[in-house]
């Protein structure tokens, strides 16, 4: 029985450490056999966004949310914009993962990801979703059912790196009022 909580929107704010009025993108971390280690696409997002010629995407803060079976390498990634949350290992069986899951896509700009079947969540959600396309995941990416079925749907849109990522996310930003 899941309901919209403001008492839990509150938690989940409170848990990742921001205020009502920020915005952020929202990373679903893929698992290890899609993408092993994804520490430095976080990194060029992050110093990207941070130096941004425009204001809107430097101000955007990054809930990072690792695939819980590929979690421990990034307990202790630290990175000024970019919040791991959650870092205990996430599969949202509770109700309190459920509600932590269901904030960090629904009230994000932007779900942004390599290949993970939390993009499908982010559409149910209605929340814009982009796979970022990187040489590097091509395999991982064209092997796995769920994301051949994302990119026949059109459903999801695609960046071929960081720049057009940025570019999308600023694109969606200036659809907001």
């Known amino acids: ?7 839990q929107w509150k938690k989940f704010l409170l848990s990742t450490g921001m205020s009502e009025n920020e915005k952020y993108i929202t990373y679903l971390g893929s698992s290890e056999n899609i993408a092993e280690d994804e520490t ?15 204001a809107m995407i430097r101000n955007l803060h990054i809930i990072f949310r690792p695939h819980p079976a590929n979690s421990k390498k990034y307990e202790n990634l630290q990175i000024s914009n970019l919040k791991v949350f959650p870092t205990y290992n996430s599969y949202p069986y509770s109700s309190e993962g459920v509600y ?21 969540d982010a559409l149910v959600l209605d929340r814009p979703c982009i796979a970022i396309l990187d040489p590097k995941y091509t ?5 796995a059912l769920h994301f ?12 071929r790196g960081i720049d057009e990522t940025l570019e ?10």
Do not use: P, W
């Open 1 to 7: 029985d899941f309901k919209e909580s403001e008492e």
């Open 40 to 54: 430095a696409t976080l990194f060029l997002l992050s110093e990207k966004m941070l130096n941004h010629s425009n």
């Open 100 to 120: 932590d899951l269901y904030y960090s896509i629904k009230r994000s700009v932007a779900v942004i990801g390599i290949n993970t079947s939390g993009m499908i």
């Open 139 to 143: 395999n991982t990416q064209e092997e």
């Open 148 to 159: 051949q079925l994302l990119r026949k749907s059109s459903a999801c849109e695609e960046a």
């Open 168 to 177: 999308i996310v600023q694109d969606i930003l200036f659809g907001y009022d």
